[in-house]
């Protein structure tokens, strides 16, 4: 079975500071494509950054990077100079190659504070 | 259209009716994808369309969902005899291509309130 854990249900960061976002993952395959969501207020996914399983260099995308450990199965995502814009519920998701069915993790809604 | 869009934005309707949600995916897009979220959980995958044929309904919870997609575009999703457990927003999405590193690009969703 494919699982994706966000322990995390809730945190907040002040603006301008640095947070990261812990998501595990659990699937037997070993060719997958991993990635985080976020999804504000509006309701509206939008992917943040992607990281694809075969790739041992860690995806970055300006002020947004991802730490992936595959053998422990962990892909963290971290947010640099936080802004009030970064507010939204981030969604860990994975979905396996060749395959079009995503697995998401539960969420980690992640508060900016002025 | 610039993105992907949904219709209702929000829908009431009382236990027992039935209920038809709308999805326009970007155009040309020939994968579209239904996702249900729950209150406080992740996105739970239901049936994904390739052209208009639907290779994977695995997701769907019961029989009472079905789903369409006609001229590769349009797709509508058809809950009967709702439920409260219904109740949830359902999001659908596109991508390009069945290519499953293509990116899927999500709608706005529909917002179900089962009374």
């Known amino acids: 079975a494919q699982t994706v854990t966000q322990s995390q249900p809730e945190m907040s960061v002040q603006e301008a500071e640095t947070v990261t976002l812990s998501c595990t993952y659990d699937t037997s395959e070993s060719n997958y494509y991993l990635f985080w969501y976020k999804q504000p207020p509006s309701r509206q996914m939008i992917l943040v950054i992607r990281q694809e399983a075969y790739k041992q260099q860690n995806a970055t995308e300006n002020r947004f990077s991802v730490n992936f450990q595959k053998a422990a199965k962990s892909f963290s995502l971290k947010i640099s100079d936080s802004q009030l814009g970064d507010t939204a519920m981030y969604f860990c998701?994975?979905?396996?190659?060749?395959?079009?069915?995503?697995?998401f993790g539960s969420g980690t809604k992640l508060n900016v504070k002025p | 259209g610039a993105g992907v869009s949904q219709s209702p934005s929000n829908k009431v309707t009382e236990k027992g009716k039935d209920v038809e949600l709308r999805c326009d995916p970007i155009?040309?897009?020939?994968?579209l994808y239904w996702y249900r979220q729950s209150l406080g959980q992740g996105l739970e995958f239901l049936i994904y369309?390739?052209?208009?044929?639907?290779?994977?309904k695995s997701g769907l919870p019961s029989d009472r969902f079905s789903a369409e997609r006609t001229g590769g575009s349009v797709s509508t999703l058809t809950i009967q005899r709702t439920q409260q457990e219904d109740s949830a927003v359902y999001l659908c999405a596109s991508s390009l291509t069945v290519i499953s590193t293509d990116t899927q690009y999500f709608g706005p969703g529909t917002r179900l309130t089962v009374l």
């Open positions: 369309f390739q052209g208009n044929s639907a290779p994977d």
């Open positions: 155009s040309g897009h020939t994968a």
């Open positions: 998701a994975f979905i396996l190659y060749n395959f079009n069915k995503f697995y």
